[in-house]
């Protein structure tokens, strides 16, 4: 069995920044990939930043150049550095590893985040 659990949301004003953070009770040399997803109120779960095991990082369009994916292999850890929030990216945000060869999906907790004056 593999858990995820996230840290680090919170609430913040706009233009502010937060980092979320996901650690893995395994390794996380054996994810496939790795990334965030976020589920705002009445809105399917969207993908926010993944990364595969090549290195390879993809964003959703509305964060490109505010958010930062990273990973710390001997933590096990990985990160998402957001800065310049906006109010509408206000959600649960979630941890997600594809493990092994076939991908299976882990999830973590979920981690909320508002984005408010």
């Known amino acids: 069995q593999v858990q995820l659990v996230e840290s680090g949301g919170g609430l913040v004003q706009p233009g502010g920044s937060l980092r979320l953070s996901c650690a893995a009770s395994?390794?996380?040399?054996?994810?496939?990939?790795m990334g965030w997803y976020r589920q705002a109120p009445g809105k399917e779960r969207e993908l926010v930043a993944r990364?595969?095991?090549?290195?390879?990082?993809a964003y959703a369009d509305s964060v490109k150049g505010r958010f930062t994916f990273s990973r710390d292999n001997a933590l096990n850890t990985v990160s998402l550095q957001m800065n310049s929030l906006k109010p509408e990216d206000t959600a649960v945000y979630y941890c997600n590893g594809e493990w092994g060869v076939v991908g299976r999906a882990y999830w973590g907790q979920g981690t909320q985040v508002t984005v408010s004056s």
């Open positions: 395994r390794s996380i040399f054996n994810f496939k990939a």
């Open positions: 990364t595969t095991n090549g290195g390879t990082t």
